[in-house]
């Protein structure tokens, strides 16, 4: 078992509740500095995640969506699930984690089945006569046969990618513990100016995903993937933890075994918040997940742009 399945664990108590324990491996801020500790919020949705499962009729988490709405302390919590719908092909579930009485993650999941990864470009369709569009003769595709994808965003070499590595904050005192050392962010360096304190002026992010620890990726490591990359916001020179209030992300397929790649990008920023949109893909160049969450800006100052200028104020 890896150190990110025994940190994500949890326990059956009764029914629809379980044990669980905010771990300080996957802290991005961990014991011992001026600001209190901080668990990754994809940790935390992984943890509960793994009671909703447990539960299921459907082995798959194929929308989530997520309010955080208290920091976890790095002590025992409980997870509570309560099923609002159990159906054939869907169920949906509403789970929250709780420390002492307070909700700090309140979650609601439908479950479903996602197929295994398929490779862009793969598509099927129907044509004017029912007949199969792809010209094979096999007869009218079905509807959950339909399949498209667009094209993946531009990747650099996975040995040209710059290793994040731990940075302040990210790793206890005596270096054995917190998210950087469990986590592994090889980051695209046309994304990196920002750890120079020359930000690039883009709010977006791109690299690949995995943990150091050798374990293939699912739906638990793709719950932390979709939030795993930096705040998209460094690219304009914000600074500080920029924390997640909500977010929504999707599963699409089975990843395949490899790193993770995930290309991530804000549209919008302003008013002390900002939205950042994910999208996931394995090691075969599937698209498995995406996502879309609303943050707040770090409090921390704000860095010029390589170009010399600071970002504009509205």
């Not at 009729?57 to 989530?64: R, S």
């Not at 993650?105 to 369709?125: E, F, K, Q, S, Y």
């Not at 339909?146 to 904050?169: H, M, N, Y």
């Not at 690219?235 to 929504?248: F, K, Q, R, S, Y």
Request: aromatic share 6%; glycine share 12%.
């Amino acid at each position: 078992m890896t150190a990110f399945d025994e940190a994500t664990a949890v326990r059956r108590r009764s029914d629809g509740v379980y044990d669980a324990l905010p771990d300080q491996r996957f802290a991005l801020v961990t014991p011992g500095g001026k600001v209190p500790p901080a668990v990754n919020g994809g940790a935390l949705i992984a943890t509960v995640l793994r009671a909703v499962l447990d539960g299921s009729p459907h082995p798959h988490p194929v929308a989530t969506t997520a309010h955080f709405l208290r920091v976890a302390s790095l002590e025992p919590a409980e997870v509570r699930v309560r099923w609002l719908r159990q159906g054939k092909t869907a169920a949906t579930a509403r789970a929250a984690l709780i420390q002492h009485g307070q909700e700090l993650l309140d979650m609601t999941v439908t479950t479903g089945t996602v197929p295994d990864a398929t490779p862009p470009g793969t598509a099927h369709g129907t044509g004017p006569d029912g007949a199969s569009a792809d010209g094979g003769g096999a007869g009218p595709v079905q509807p959950d046969e339909l399949t498209w994808t667009g094209p993946p965003p531009d990747f650099p070499a996975i040995e040209d990618c710059v290793d994040l590595g731990p940075w302040s904050g990210s790793v206890s005192l005596d270096g054995a513990q917190g998210y950087a050392m469990h986590v592994s962010v090889l980051l695209d360096p046309a994304v990196t100016g920002w750890r120079a304190r020359e930000p690039a002026g883009v709010p977006e992010m791109r690299g690949y995903f995995g943990l150091r620890e050798d374990r293939d990726p699912d739906a638990y490591l793709l719950a932390m993937a979709v939030d795993g990359l930096p705040p998209v916001v460094f690219g304009l020179g914000a600074t500080g933890w920029a924390p997640t209030v909500e977010l929504t992300w999707y599963m699409r397929a089975v990843p395949r075994p490899g790193p993770l790649r995930v290309a991530a990008r804000s549209r919008h920023v302003g008013g002390g918040w900002f939205d950042e949109e994910a999208e996931v893909w394995d090691a075969a160049g599937c698209l498995v997940a995406q996502s879309r969450q609303l943050a707040r800006v770090g409090r921390g100052p704000v860095r010029q742009r390589a170009n010399g200028q600071r970002p504009p104020a509205g």
